[in-house]
């Protein structure tokens, strides 16, 4: 079945870096889109990033465009994104996600707590 794991959340200082990472299983990466989502509290989730499978394309939401990069290693069926000056608005658990056969999958989240 499909899986998505996410890593590498944590409590960071204003200003700092992290990298998340997400491993996928049960479906083929290599020809898969992937998407970062985050969820504050009391907010709706919201696209973070995306990454297209052919061309390796991405797109950002407005409010991290600039600070984090997202990036994918087919060998590894893992996604990455790149997280720099971050702000404390940036707190949220982070998701990963994916369609496979009409349908969306998501991992079980990593928090990422921006605070000093």
């Known amino acids: 079945q499909v899986q998505l794991v996410e890593s590498g959340g944590g409590l960071v200082q204003p200003g700092g870096s992290l990298r998340l990472s997400c491993a996928g299983s049960g479906f083929t990466f290599s020809t898969s889109g992937m998407n970062w989502y985050r969820q504050a509290p009391g907010k709706e989730r919201e696209l973070v990033a995306t990454?297209?499978?052919?061309?390796?394309?991405?797109n950002y939401a407005d409010s991290v465009l600039g600070r984090f990069i997202t990036s994918r290693d087919n060998l590894k069926n893992t996604v990455y994104l790149q997280m720099n000056s971050l702000k404390p608005e940036d707190t949220a658990v982070y998701y990963c996600?994916?369609?496979?056969?009409?349908?969306?999958?998501w991992g079980q989240g990593t928090q990422v707590t921006v605070s000093s």
């Open positions: 990454m297209m499978s052919g061309d390796g394309s991405t």
């Open positions: 996600n994916v369609g496979v056969r009409g349908r969306r999958y």
